[in-house]
Nanobody, 124 residues
Framework: QVQLVESGGGLVQAGGSLRLSCAVS????????MGWFRQAAGKEREFVAYVSWSGESAYYADSVKGRFTISKDNTKNTVYLQMNSLKPEDAAVYHC?????????????????WGQGTQVTVSS
């Protein structure tokens, strides 16, 4: 059974940093692309970033480009999201997800497994 468990969320002041982690159990990690999505209160869930199955390529939403970095450690079955220069509009529940697909990875429908999420709150 595949499980994704996020951690690292919390309260941070605007301009601060957080690093989210997503630990993946099950024999899929080395072959799956990993993504981060977020859902703010009263809004639809949106794409944040993804990293390819090999960890060699990544793609970001325009809203986080240059501030967030996604990385994948295949030896630890963990994907990270380093978030710097946080803004109040980054506040949301952040979910990680795993995809066997190799394309259309900005789409939620491309992902096979999801975590429960971790809350990020940014004070102004």
């Amino acid at each position: 059974q595949v499980q994704l468990v996020e951690s690292g969320g919390g309260l941070v002041q605007a301009g601060g940093s957080l690093r989210l982690s997503c630990a993946v159990s099950g024999r899929i990690f080395n072959t799956y692309a990993m993504g981060w999505f977020r859902q703010a209160a009263g809004k639809e869930r949106e794409f944040v970033a993804y990293v390819s199955w090999s960890g060699e390529s990544a793609y970001y939403a325009d809203s986080v480009k240059g501030r967030f970095t996604i990385s994948k450690d295949n030896t630890k079955n963990t994907v990270y999201l380093q978030m710097n220069s946080l803004k109040p509009e980054d506040a949301a529940v952040y979910h990680c997800a795993a995809a066997m697909a190799r394309r259309f990875l900005i789409r939620q429908s491309s992902y096979d497994y999801w975590g429960q999420g971790t809350q990020v709150t940014v004070s102004s």
